[in-house]
Structures are given as C-alpha cells and as structure tokens.
C-alpha cells in the first residue's frame, strides 16, 4: 500500500510531501496510526511557527507524531522524511 | 499537575517539535516552578502542601499582580505625567541583566541531551557560527526590549531565554515553542541556517512577549497579527543592530534564511514581493491591503487561515507610519506600537481594526491627540486600507 507523509506550518509555511510503497496489512497501519495519532488534547497551543505533520493511508488523512513510531515504522518515516519535497502552491 | 515521583517535585510539560518532554527535570541549578507556569498552575502550586513551592508561587503571583497594576496605571497617564513619575537624576536604579543561555541540540531534537555552549556572558565551548549569531541577535533583542521599551525578557520578570541550535537535521524552521526558542539549520539548498538573520531571532523571542501580554490566538486575524507583531519588534531588533534608520532599512525579514542573493521571506515595505518565480516556492503570496486579506482553513495546511499571509498587511501599516515618521523605528512608531501590544485591552481574539485603535490611542497618548505622530499612525492603517 502506498502511504503519503505531509509536513506543514513553519516560520514560511509550506507544504511538503512524500510517498512510498509499504509491505503493512491494513491492521497493522490502523493499529499504528492510532499509537501515532495526536488529539487535540495533545496538542501543544502555544507553539508558533511550528511543523506538523500528516499521514495519508488506506484513504485516511491522521495528524501524527513521527516521534512516537519506533523500529521499522520509525525508519520508514525517517525515509520519508528525507525525501519530502516542497508541494509548489 | 504532573509530580516527579523521584524528587516530589512538580514537572512542567512542553514540546519541541513533536517530542514530548518533562523539561523541567533538566534544570538542575533551578527550581522548576521558576519555569513558564500558567496561571492555573500557579494558582494549584500556591495551595500547594510543599512549603517552598506555595511560597515561591505566591511570590511569582504578587510580582505579577504588581506589574498588572502598574501597567494599568502608568497607561492611563499623559506623556507629562509619566515624566514626572520618572525617577530624578542621579538616583540609583535597579539594573536588569541579560539572562540567556545557547544549547546545542547537534542534531538531536530531545532538549535533555543539549550541550550548553553559553551561559550568561560567557562561552562554555567554543562558539560556532550559529552560536554565535544567537548571542549576537539574542542579547541584542533583550537589550532593545530592555533599554527601549523598559521590559526585562519575555516575561518582564527576567526569564532565563533557551535558544535550541542545530535542532534535528537539515530542519527547515524556526519556532517557539511555548517557552524556548528552537532554530534548524535549513536544508541547505531552498533553506540557509535559520539564524542567519537578527530578525528572525528576534521574531522568536517576540513571539514569548505577546504569549505573556495579550496571547494572541493564533488564527486568522488574531493569528495574523501575533505573526506581524514579532515581524516588527524582529524587524527593529535588526535595524538597531545595524543602526539603520527607516529610511536605510530594506525591511526585509529572513533576507539570509531564504538562499538567493533576491528572495527573502517577507518583505514589510513590499509584501508580496520577497520572492517572485522562485523555482520551489513561486511567488511571496503576502498581501499589504485589507481588501487582498487571504482568506484559508483553519488548518495546519492552511496556515491557521493564513497566519503568515496576512501579516503582511499590519506589517505594511507599521511600515508606512514608521517611514512617515522618519528616523528610527524603536524611537516613535516601535514604542507606539509596544505599548498597543502590551494594553490590557488588546483582548486573545482581537481582529486587525482593534489593533489599529489602540495604536492611534497610544499615539495621542504619547505624542499628543492631533500630533504629526498620531496622523502618521492614521495614515499607515489607511494605506493598509484596515
């Protein structure tokens, strides 16, 4: 399955993004997108300028936490990470 | 509240980026309830059983009650009052000192494994080239909210200010982030280090001011102008650096972050033109006019109804009043400004036309209803068409 990495906000906001091919079952990206998840409630209001990020799988768009994934989910959003490119407005 | 059960004592929770972590735990020579505490926590750790945590809570407490009121006070007097308040020639004044400190993150994102590389006036490593652009522009943007406008750090209390270099890798930001500053050093190729300009570091901390005064919330106008203000005290932070009166200044915000010899981030006397047709980012899409206001979602993706966008038009107001005043912009325009920023009655969701009466009221209350100061006021939210 394809899964898509969207980073946004900033000091300039832009919007970049990154795609890759996973091998995961459609349980295994559910479970992880809900360790991943952040709820409103976790979200920090007094950040300015900050960067969010977003995944985009099996048709579903979750505000994440990159840092919360570990192991092999950890090394693929490491991945994606580097390749993000800037999304031309 | 959050307790560490090791030491009993109560942790303070913030984030850089999207780590989640207990900073607190980290400041060894300090006690943590001399972190940023909101007001509710301060309240819980005034009842709190701990002895020295309610007595250093209650004593935050009054010197924040005392500093309300004066405010208050001292903004309801004409300039001539105020004069008279000032205390005469040759008595002792008590003198505020710079209280900053430089970390280097080397590439990590965790603040716990930070090295301290400046403390207070001194190096405690060798200082690289970004070190060395935080003390500069750090120390400078205390002194000119210390010596300008009369106000001791973020907080007017003498909070310790952490700026984070070399946050993760090849980061393409700048941030605070509820407490500390955070800079990457930018990818190198679209992005340069991002304390490469005095601006920008003085956009930050800013950014701590108006969280302790009005705490603008951070969308659409409100969001806006939060955004613009730190452009401008970002802006006179640089200028003063450079000794650059408003007609010297090319107003240009990020002219160093942004790489290329003709693109910057923001411009303030131009908005929409700091990059035209550049090759990944396209072309500025600020607007300087009320009637161009960009209109996005709320979202992160769309910059919480355009943040950085709309800032431009406040941007362009301080702009045109500044110049028209002429000399430099801390003198007249930056503390007109200063004090708008720092009225009670700048309210959390305050649109762009609340900012505007407040600027004109303070215009007249420093420089006299009908003075050339107040029209220059009048006439830079009149070209902003606000």
Redesign the interface.
């Known amino acids: 399955m394809k899964i898509k990495l969207?980073q946004?906000?900033?000091?300039?906001?832009?919007?970049k993004e990154a795609v890759t091919e996973v091998d995961w079952t459609k349980d295994e990206s559910e479970h992880l997108l809900n360790q991943i998840a952040?709820d409103d409630n976790?979200k920090?209001?007094?950040?300015?300028?900050?960067?969010?990020?977003?995944i985009e799988i099996n048709n579903k768009e979750v505000?994440v936490?990159?840092?919360?994934a570990s192991g092999k989910y950890a090394e693929v959003f490491d991945h994606l990470k580097k390749n993000l490119k800037?999304v031309?407005? | 509240m959050l307790i560490n059960y090791k030491t009993g004592k109560p942790k303070t929770e913030?984030?850089v980026?999207?780590?989640?972590t207990i900073m607190c735990n980290y400041h060894d020579q300090f006690n943590p309830i001399h972190c940023i505490l909101p007001p509710y926590m301060s309240d819980k750790l005034s009842d709190s059983s701990n002895k020295k945590s309610a007595q250093i809570a209650l004593k935050n407490s009054v010197e924040n009650v005392k500093l309300r009121a004066k405010r208050e006070f001292v903004g309801g007097l004409s300039a001539r009052q105020a004069l008279l308040l000032q205390p005469a020639a040759g008595a002792k004044k008590k003198v505020a000192k710079l209280n900053m400190q430089v970390l280097d993150l080397k590439h990590g994102?965790n603040p716990s494994t930070a090295h301290l590389v400046w403390d207070n006036g001194k190096a405690v490593k060798p200082l690289d080239k970004t070190a060395k652009n935080v003390v500069a522009a750090g120390s400078a943007t205390w002194d000119t909210y210390y010596t300008i406008f009369g106000r001791n750090s973020v907080d007017n209390l003498g909070l310790l200010l952490k700026h984070y270099i070399h946050y993760s890798n090849k980061y393409?930001?700048?941030?605070?982030?509820?407490?500390e500053m955070v800079y990457g050093d930018g990818d190198g190729t679209?992005?340069g280090d991002?304390t490469s300009d005095p601006d920008?570091i003085g956009?930050?901390l800013t950014?701590g001011v108006t969280?302790y005064e009005s705490n603008l919330e951070?969308h659409v106008q409100s969001g806006a102008l939060?955004e613009s203000l730190?452009d401008v005290f970002g802006i006179m932070v640089k200028q003063r650096m450079l000794n650059q009166d408003v007609k010297q200044s090319n107003w240009l915000i990020?002219e160093n972050?942004?790489i290329g010899s003709q693109y910057a981030?923001?411009s303030m006397k131009a908005p929409g033109t700091a990059y035209v047709n550049h090759p990944?980012?396209?072309n500025d899409?600020q607007p300087a006019t009320m009637d161009k206001f960009v209109k996005l979602p709320d979202t992160?993706?769309g910059?919480w109804g355009g943040v950085?966008?709309n800032s431009g038009i406040t941007n362009f107001a301080f702009y045109v009043t500044a110049f028209n005043m002429g000399g430099f912009a801390w003198e007249k325009a930056g503390k007109i400004w200063y004090n708008a920023m720092t009225d009670n009655a700048l309210k959390p969701d305050a649109k762009f036309a609340d900012f505007k009466k407040l600027t004109i009221a303070h215009a007249g209350k420093l420089f006299g209803a009908g003075s050339k100061e107040e029209k220059a006021v009048k006439d830079g939210w009149k070209a902003a068409k606000v």
Not at chain 1, 8 to 15: I, M, Q
Not at chain 1, 65 to 68: D, Q
Not at chain 2, 17 to 20: E, F, H, I, P, V
Not at chain 2, 172 to 179: E, I, V
């Open positions: 969207v946004s906000g900033g000091l300039l906001p832009v919007t952040v976790q920090s209001s007094m950040v300015r300028d900050g960067i969010d990020h977003t505000a936490n990159l840092e919360k800037i031309k407005t | 913030f984030r980026g999207k780590k989640q994102t393409d930001n700048a941030m605070w982030d509820g407490s679209v992005f991002f920008i956009h930050e950014h969280q951070y939060n730190s990020g972050v942004l981030l923001r990944d980012l396209g899409p992160s993706r910059d950085h966008y």
